[in-house]
Structure formats: structure tokens, C-alpha cells
């Protein structure tokens, strides 16, 4: 690798939020007991910054869309692993799909009609934001958030999986979004 560690720390660490929010979303939720995100995450920066000196890209989208595709690869990797299944190509490659159309879902939340390169950039940038501000939540309020807006389930769904009422669901997400918007204001 023919760049400092400082400046590859530099490049990769603005991304470890947002590889968390979309490893979060596409972990199996029998395997999130036994694997934490964080840690598919760590491997897959870690990877990453051994891989530096293959990374052909020259924006922060390129980059991003280079790490989402070394996360997939150990999410499908942590499956077989905690499966003890066979490797399945096919498989592998819906995942990555998946985590691509969830990164496509946090920009299509953000964006309106912004279609111009600049503003594909900013949207860019707010997603990052997003995925930091989202790490700073309670992980209750979080994980309401992102099974209401992300995976679509309702109040009652998100109560069972959280164990709670869907009142109480109702609470966290209530909270969680006031929550997120003075986060998101407080990094503008």
C-alpha cells in the first residue's frame, strides 16, 4: 500500500457508521444473538485497508460503494459460517444486492428530486450523516427506526420483536425522530 496508514485511516473511518447501519439491516436475525455488526464491520475496514492499494476509485462514492461490496462479502461469509452451509453463489450475490438496494433506500429517503452530480454528491454526505446520527440513538429507539422505515413492519410486528407494546413502539419512534433531527441539525 503506497498510502500512509494515517491518511487510509482517514478515508475508511468516515464509512464505519454507515457499513453498521446497512450491516444492522441485513443480518439475519438468528444470527445477530451470536455475530455483532460492529464486528463484521471491523473485518470488513480491516479488509479494506489491506485491499487499499487495489482501490481504483476517486470519490467517496466509488469508495463506498467498494466497501459495501467487502461487507457483503462477510455477511455471506458470517451466513455460511453460523449455517455451516455449503457456499451459494447465488445467494451471495442477493445479499449484495440487498445491502446495494438498502444504501440505494437511505438515498432515495433523502433525496427528493435531486438528480444533478452535485446534488448525488451532498445526498452522499447526508447519508453518511444519517447512518452517524442513527449510531448515536438509543439502540432501542434505532432498532424501532429502522425496522418501521427500513423493513416497513408495523407497530404491533416491531412490539414483538422488541418486546415491548406497540404503544411503547410508538414512544421509541416518536422520541427517536426528534432525537435524529437535532442530531442531523447539530452536524449540518
Known amino acids: 500500500m503506497d498510502r500512509p496508514p494515517e491518511e487510509a485511516g482517514a478515508l475508511l473511518e468516515p464509512f464505519r457508521a ?3 447501519l446497512l450491516a444492522r439491516l441485513h443480518l439475519a436475525p438468528q444470527l445477530r444473538g451470536k455475530l455483532d455488526p460492529s464486528d463484521v464491520v471491523q473485518q470488513a475496514l480491516l479488509q479494506a485497508y489491506q485491499a487499499l492499494d487495489q482501490f481504483r476509485g476517486r470519490s467517496p462514492a466509488e469508495c463506498a460503494a467498494w466497501l459495501r461490496q467487502i461487507l457483503a462479502r462477510n455477511l455471506a461469509q458470517a451466513v455460511r459460517d453460523f449455517g455451516r452451509d455449503k457456499r451459494d453463489v447465488a ?5 449484495g444486492a440487498s445491502v446495494d438496494a438498502s444504501s440505494e433506500r437511505l438515498e432515495a429517503w433523502l433525496a427528493a ?3 444533478s452530480p452535485s446534488a448525488r454528491a451532498v445526498r452522499g454526505e447526508q447519508v453518511l450523516r444519517l447512518a452517524d446520527a442513527l449510531e448515536r440513538l438509543p439502540e432501542a ?3 424501532a427506526l429502522v425496522l418501521q422505515h427500513w423493513h416497513g413492519l408495523s407497530l404491533a410486528e416491531i412490539g414483538t420483536h422488541l418486546g415491548r407494546s406497540p404503544d411503547a413502539v410508538a414512544g421509541l419512534i416518536k422520541r427517536g425522530l426528534k432525537q435524529l433531527r437535532h442530531l ?3 452536524s449540518e
Not at 445467494?91 to 445479499?95: D, N, P, Q, T, V
Open 18 to 20: 454507515y457499513l453498521r
Open 141 to 143: 429507539q434505532r432498532e
Open 113 to 115: 428530486d435531486q438528480s
Open 184 to 186: 442531523l441539525r447539530e
Open 91 to 95: 445467494r451471495e450475490r442477493a445479499l
